[in-house]
């Protein structure tokens, strides 16, 4: 099981929006949520947000109300939606998938993205 991360640009001004989209090769029936993490230079991996399969979101404080996470089940697709995005967000982004039956991450490789101010 692979993810494909791709950004829309990976360099904005503070203010500005990017999309990313993660795609699934082969099958997720047990992934369980999938959502996105990031590690901003220097720091910790972090949960930016979560989707689970009926819908149901979960964002981490600094996003709430900019980025919005959603996914398309007939594709195995999923997408962050990065509005008013600012230099804090600057980060090297994942996505990720968890098997639900066995709690393994599954990650794809990191794309940089760049808020310059």
């Known amino acids: 099981l692979r993810f494909s991360c791709r950004v829309g640009g990976g360099l904005v001004q503070a203010g500005g929006s990017l999309r990313l989209s993660c795609a699934a090769s082969g099958s997720i029936f047990s992934v369980n949520p999938v959502g996105w993490y990031r590690q901003p230079p220097g720091k910790q991996r972090e949960s930016v947000a979560t989707?689970?399969?009926?819908?149901?979101?979960n964002y981490a404080d600094s996003v709430k109300g900019r980025f919005t996470i959603s996914r398309d089940n007939t594709k195995t697709e999923w997408y962050l939606q990065m509005n008013s995005l600012k230099p804090e967000d600057t980060a090297v982004y994942y996505c990720n998938g968890v098997n639900y039956l066995t709690s393994v991450h599954y990650w794809g490789k990191g794309t940089l993205v760049t808020v310059s101010s």
């Open positions: 989707i689970t399969r009926g819908g149901i979101t």
